[in-house]
């Protein structure tokens, strides 16, 4: 099956951290910008970061010196580490993998996943 999958949200305390995956399956992510994007109730959605192809890392203002993208081609997988972490951080946490770029890293892209929820919470 073709698909990204997402894990690694979860319940945590302000300060907190944790480690998004974003995992595909059946392609291989190495030819594929991989962006990071989040969605709150009532807000609109938004990239917080981006990993190009070649190994170049974006970050929204917001979250740059607490969240770091990486990306191991050769496990298939790019991780969001979150450190830091906020009430406002909270939202679902979406991975998304494209060819054109960064830029284009959206819910219509080559590639979607399902969403993995993030509660930063005391």
């Known amino acids: 099956q073709v698909q990204l999958v997402e894990s690694g949200g979860g319940l945590v305390q302000p300060g907190g951290s944790l480690r998004l995956s974003c995992a595909a399956s059946g392609f291989t992510l190495d030819y594929y910008h991989i962006g990071w994007l989040r969605q709150a109730p009532g807000k609109e959605r938004e990239r917080v970061s981006c990993i190009t192809n070649d190994g170049s890392t974006h970050y929204i203002e917001s979250v740059k010196g607490r969240f770091t993208i990486s990306r191991d081609n050769a496990g298939n997988t790019v991780y969001l580490q979150m450190n830091g972490l906020k009430p406002e951080d909270t939202a679902v946490y979406y991975c998304?993998?494209?060819?054109?770029?960064?830029?284009?890293?959206?819910?219509?892209?080559?590639?979607w996943g399902q969403g993995t929820q993030v509660t930063v919470s005391s």
């Open positions: 998304a993998a494209d060819l054109r770029g960064c830029a284009y890293t959206d819910y219509d892209s080559d590639y």
